[in-house]
């Protein structure tokens, strides 16, 4: 069964515009990870937030993590038609880092 | 480095038709992986391994099986397809995760998937 649940499922906006995707979980994590998936492709892995943590940035990215809630956002700042793409959270119990994926936000950035 | 290559690219096979999927990896990464992705769902786990010679059950194992006789290599095969097995399918590996250890070594690294129809 799927871990996490992405909201929204689509998401449209102009480039320059920021772009925040929500990602719920249903039980506790090691750590949780954002992948983005061009169409047609494999996966490419962003970023990764340890339970530990509550926020974590790389370049335009800003992922924040709130156990309490079980859930997590991700940021995109400044986007751009290259960020059009499908965004997955998937989360890690602890111990083995089997990754269990959410289904997705499509991002569509127009010019 | 090529990272993680899957073949072949695209396949169609007849019900009741055998074929296997192969991954490769050359990031000498301990743990491979395979899923599927099916329209509107995430990526679901089939099988994995943690190292040569060893494999574990996913979430949807059934109808699958695999071997990883080298570290290199992660075999995902179908013994007899069915329309179900319609999917596209990604192999991934990563490092083990180490408790203590920083640096996300535990990310995966997917390869550019598989298309595969079962008529």
């Known amino acids: 069964s799927q871990q996490g649940e992405e909201d929204p499922q689509a998401l449209s906006i102009q480039e320059g515009e920021n772009a925040t995707m929500n990602c719920s979980y249903k039980?506790?994590?090691?750590?949780l990870q954002w992948y983005r998936q061009n169409s047609g492709r494999g996966l490419v892995h962003l970023i990764l937030?340890?339970?530990?943590?509550r926020e974590k940035h790389s370049g335009r990215l800003r992922v924040t993590l709130d156990t309490s809630k079980k859930s997590s956002s991700l940021l995109i700042t400044a986007s751009r038609a290259a960020d059009t793409a499908s965004y997955f959270c998937?989360?890690?119990?602890?111990?083995?880092?089997?990754?269990?994926f959410g289904t997705g936000t499509r991002l569509l950035v127009s010019p | 480095n090529a990272g993680v290559t899957q073949t072949p690219k695209f396949r169609v096979l007849k019900t009741g038709q055998s074929m296997t999927l192969l991954c490769a990896q050359d990031?000498?990464?301990?743990?491979m992986y395979w899923y599927r992705q099916d329209p509107g769902m995430g990526l679901r786990l089939i099988h994995y391994?943690?190292?040569?010679?060893?494999?574990a059950k996913g979430e949807v194992p059934d109808g699958y099986n695999v071997s990883r006789l080298k570290k290199q290599n992660f075999l995902l095969g179908l013994e007899s397809a069915a329309p179900s097995q319609t999917s596209v399918y990604f192999c991934?590996?990563?490092?083990?995760?180490?408790?203590?250890?920083?640096?996300?070594?535990?990310?995966?690294?997917f390869g550019p998937g598989t298309r595969l129809l079962v008529l």
């Open positions: 991934a590996s990563s490092y083990p995760f180490v408790p203590g250890q920083g640096g996300g070594q535990e990310t995966q690294y």
């Open positions: 039980t506790s994590i090691n750590n």
């Open positions: 937030i340890r339970s530990n943590e």
């Open positions: 998937a989360t890690a119990n602890t111990g083995f880092q089997k990754l269990v």
């Open positions: 990031m000498n990464h301990e743990y």
């Open positions: 391994s943690v190292g040569e010679g060893t494999t």
